[in-house]
């Protein structure tokens, strides 16, 4: 299974970098799991302008992007929360990509985590941000990890200090994994599988 | 495939348990779903009050609703919009199930619709309807059906008028249920499946 | 200035009917504030059914929750969180007011705050609740005061333990009220006015 | 009174551009009113980037906006809705602009509109939106004026086509600005205010 992740922010220091390279730490350890981990630096892109995209088309770091999303089966993305709300700058990177068609992100298995030096983890910013990826058809895992008080969350390896906070995290991504990786059944042969599984008693 | 389905809506002549039973004959003809078609007035219930819990408990309407969902493996239910948002009556409804635990709707598969005598087609409630679903941690498909001014979109057998309408609804409701009845892999062979995901070239 | 205020909770020992307790007192201490001071259980209510309004008209709790509203120049609601998002208790209020017409709410100034057990003071549910209050066309104060972990921020006197916090909610207390206390000046004179305010250099 | 007026858009064409100068027409026939419309090209900036900010400060382009912001009374914003949802570019411009303190959107008045070829007339995108503009504590209007079918509402005089549409925008402005033009009472004699207030009978 590919799993493509990165964080959404651009500063070199950022908590999130920090936390997105622990998480792929923990995606590595899962035996069926491929890890892509990129910077966002390394989609260079500016601001969506119509003009821009007319007279030069879809600019080469969305064109990355949007492939390395296209050919990952899941999308791990720890985002800062600014200002209550998703960063300009990973909306912006979504509004360019969804000018590709088909949509590069519909139908993916999305995982947002983050990280904030604030106390409440960017959970703010979590829930603006599902808006444009519901809109975008993406499957977006309803559970969120955000670390709070990120500015003294980390070892001086980069390790979360808490050993619960970890656990946690390697919990959920191995749940969202586990959930993305889910087997599509043909069509036609849903009915019998359906019938094994209603004759199954529940738990 | 047990589906749940109903409108959340308590007046006889709505629109959106018109739109429900519609759904609910397409789901019929699925070949793997079994149908539980309810009306939302089968599950009376008072507003949420915490010493009414405290001295009596879960009311039995909410307790029947709650095993309504717990039993399915998929819920679709047509809610209209009052206020641009979730109407009180279905968020009422969900937190009364929410005090039980585990969480009835936890990791289950949503499908949400609607129906709106408006333009928009109640568009605006579902966006605000998600966010108690996805914090409640279901599986809430991202895609939406909305029936704008639904008090003249049904003939007088209450089918949809225009048939692009109704073969959309069709479309969404066998893409949901087919994402809905993907199999889980045990954790332990997930390994191999994957490898041969891998390996097969994606198209 | 007649100042409306409810805690959106039917618990008798709710911790938003201790603030909303502290918050009316802090009114009462602004010489230009009259104090109405209610309880949500004051106002009785059905869930919304439309068949109901058609028989039976709009319920008379509703139409005295709708009266104070209307009589107020502000109004303050202290309201729990519920998964996140708005109580369906206060989204069926809010349903049933907007029956009204012409709306009572719209146009009337409005501040939210909550208290919660929880560590993010409800800040989750205000940001949800925010959605259909500027929907029916209230002026909604954009801060929002979040008292976290209620359920031992109280003294046995029922004030707050912190006096920090209490200073902040007395001072956002303050500012809505002066900002709700802004005159609205004829149109006719507001040339003259505004000429004045330009010829004014700012701070 | 100094009302600022921009589009949120970079595109030359843009629907937003052609209806934020039709606004402005409107705004400038206020006697009142004295209006400063820009172009958002007007303010070029990089995506936020926090290593940007500390090694060369906040760009020319986002000072030069903060400085139209904060000498306005009013902003009036007409955007477009990208995925349902702010776009990137604005909000990546609120995000800079944020880095600027005191902050100068803060207690400032503010309109959204917007006009998209859809049907919608970009509404999802507008409630979405409202959420980093009330927690930066702008005193966001809540009325809010969509155009749909922007393709095909202009003539080729750049005005609308409908005169309802155009009645109804003017009403929105007159409306909102008068609003914005209320007068704040000095804190100490807000007591006699109030009293005369109070003593005059409501309709």
Not at 108 to 119: H, N, R, T, V, Y
Not at 135 to 158: C, R, S, V, W
Request: proline share 7%; with cysteine.
């Amino acid at each position: 299974m590919k799993v493509f992740l990165f964080a959404a922010s651009l500063r070199q220091g950022s908590y999130n970098k920090k936390l997105i390279r622990i998480a792929a730490e923990h995606v590595r350890g899962l035996p069926f799991c491929e890890v892509d981990l990129c910077e966002f630096n390394d989609f260079p892109m500016p601001m969506y302008d119509g003009d821009l995209e007319s007279s030069k088309g879809i600019p080469e770091g969305v064109q990355k992007l949007a492939q390395k999303i296209q050919m990952a089966d899941a999308i791990i993305i720890s985002s800062p929360e600014y200002n209550g709300s998703i960063p300009g700058t990973l909306k912006n990177a979504l509004d360019w990509v969804s000018r590709i068609k088909p949509l590069p992100v519909a139908k993916k298995q999305f995982l947002l985590i983050g990280a904030s030096p604030g106390a409440l983890g960017g959970i703010r910013g979590n829930i603006h941000a599902r808006t444009p990826f519901h809109i975008l058809g993406t499957y977006l895992y309803p559970e969120y990890f955000g670390l709070a008080k990120a500015d003294t969350a980390f070892d001086d390896k980069e390790q979360l200090l808490d050993p619960k906070q970890d656990e946690r995290l390697k919990g959920l991504l191995t749940e969202f994994l586990h959930y993305a990786s889910r087997k599509e059944t043909p069509f036609e042969t849903l009915s019998e599988f359906v019938e094994e599984k209603i004759q199954t008693p529940k738990k």
